[in-house]
Nanobody, 125 residues
Framework: QVQLVESGGGLVQAGGSLRLSCAASGRTFTGYTMGWFRQAPGKEREFVAAIRWSGGNTYYADSVKGRFTVSRDNAKNTVYLQMNSLKPEDTAIYYC??????????????????WGQGTQVTVSS
């Protein structure tokens, strides 16, 4: 069974950095899209960033462009989200997700079939 496990969340001051990891297991992810989403209390889950497992193409929400970087280590079946210049509005639970190759999109919840349990990121001012 496919499992995605996030780690690396925590408390950080505004302007600081944090790196999230998502360990993926249960299958080969060739052709998959690996995405990061976040959800703050009272808000809808929103797209943050995504990467194509094989080609390495990356995509970012406007709110994080220039601050966040998504990457992957194919040998370790792990994806990362490097978060720099963090702002209080980045506070949320962050989720990783995996989308099969027959879905062509990357920014919608329906583009993904598998989800991790989430990791909390809190940015203080």
């Amino acid at each position: 069974q496919v499992q995605l496990v996030e780690s690396g969340g925590g408390l950080v001051q505004a302007g600081g950095s944090l790196r999230l990891s998502c360990a993926a297991s249960g299958r080969t992810f060739t052709g998959y899209t690996m995405g990061w989403f976040r959800q703050a209390p009272g808000k809808e889950r929103e797209f943050v960033a995504a990467i194509r497992w094989s080609g390495g193409n990356t995509y970012y929400a406007d709110s994080v462009k220039g601050r966040f970087t998504v990457s992957r280590d194919n040998a370790k079946n792990t994806v990362y989200l490097q978060m720099n210049s963090l702002k209080p509005e980045d506070t949320a639970i962050y989720y990783c997700a995996a989308g099969p190759p027959y879905y062509s999109g990357y920014s919608l919840l329906d583009d993904y079939d598998y989800w991790g349990q989430g990791t909390q990121v809190t940015v203080s001012s």
